[in-house]
């Protein structure tokens, strides 16, 4: 028998989101095939509309929030999985249709799950998270486009929050120089440490494109940010580079032209984590496992208890979280 555990719980009151910690028990845990003791978990984005009700991403009621997880398997219904392993999960609705990772006690479907790679605990899988693992696959997409080491500055914007941390620590460890584009300059000691070349101040970028292809700069970029600045960023990347785009923190509009993919036959690739492939994302954290500089990882990472992470909400939709902040549940 699973005794009571504790989770963040959000019920929604007069319109609005309650955020509050909980003690439930077992017999309220959403349908899986597998239970999981939960070790760790992060406070992503996504989470920080969540916890707020900033953005209506819940789709249902009361939810646990929290896109990410890892831990291990106290029972299983699956072949897949047995009592002891150590899985962590990613997206598919974690968080808002499906009980999330911020609570010590989780059931999802086996499906859902991935074994966490030999190399990492269970803390570096969730200082990675969602957000290490949505780098990878950007850096995968600029592979697929032949973006290479030796081609040209590779631009990360959004560079000191979660997907920009981990992508320049992977880019560079990769031999790609390395461009970090930031609101925070007081962080370049930060960026630097992590493999960035040099950092430029986001305001380069940010405002309302005025030309539709400007200067060739980048042979490739992973843009967190949208809007304006990924105009920009098209606009300056160079002949047969690539964009990988996975954020909207500026906004969800984009106002650009045709010109620089006709012109200059630049590749926009849109990536997506939540319902990614499962062969694409086991590459995506076989990658990791072999491309991630775990010292770098850490050096990125704070980890907080479970009962500070709805106060950590609105610090990440302000931009001011760091890196990767892991939320340790037991703590």
């Not at 106290?74 to 499906?98: E, I, K, M, Q, W």
């Not at 105009?231 to 690539?242: E, I, P």
Request: hydrophobic share 45%; proline share 6%.
């Amino acid at each position: 028998m699973v005794s009571p555990f504790r989770a963040v719980q959000l019920h929604q009151q007069a319109g609005g989101t309650v955020a509050a910690l909980h003690t439930l028990d077992a017999s309220e845990l959403p349908e899986g095939d597998v239970d999981i003791a939960v070790e760790y978990s992060t406070i992503n984005y996504k989470d920080g509309l969540a916890i707020t009700g900033r953005f209506p991403v819940v789709r249902c009621w009361p939810m646990v929030p929290g896109i990410d997880l890892a831990g291990t398997v106290t029972a299983s219904r699956s072949p897949r999985f047995r009592p002891g392993d150590r899985v962590l999960a990613n997206g598919y609705g974690l968080g808002d249709s499906h009980w999330g990772g911020l609570a010590q006690r989780a059931r999802v479907k086996s499906e859902w799950l991935i074994p966490v790679p030999e190399v990492f605990t269970t803390r570096q899988a969730m200082a990675i998270g969602t957000a290490g693992y949505t780098a990878m696959l950007c850096v995968l997409a600029l592979e697929h486009q032949g973006v290479r080491p030796g081609q040209g500055p590779v631009l990360v914007t959004g560079a000191a929050g979660g997907v920009g941390s981990v992508a320049i620590a992977l880019l560079a460890r990769l031999g790609h120089e390395v461009v970090a584009s930031t609101g925070r300059l007081e962080q370049e000691g930060f960026l630097l440490g992590l493999g960035a070349a040099r950092v430029i101040d986001r305001a380069t970028l940010a405002a309302p494109p005025t030309e539709m292809l400007g200067p060739e700069a980048w042979a490739g970029a992973i843009d967190t940010v949208g809007s304006a600045t990924l105009a920009n960023v098209c606009a300056s990347t160079r002949y047969r580079g690539a964009v990988a785009a996975c954020g909207l923190a500026q906004g969800l509009d984009f106002p650009t032209s045709v010109l620089p993919y006709i012109l200059r036959n630049i590749t926009l690739c849109g990536i997506d984590s939540v319902m990614a492939p499962y062969a694409l994302r086991l590459e995506a954290w076989r990658r990791l496992a072999s491309d991630l500089d775990r010292a770098r990882l850490d050096a990125a990472t704070e980890v907080r208890p479970l009962d500070a992470a709805i106060a950590a909400a609105p610090e990440i939709l302000a931009g001011h979280v760091r890196g990767r902040l892991v939320i340790d549940v037991n703590g």
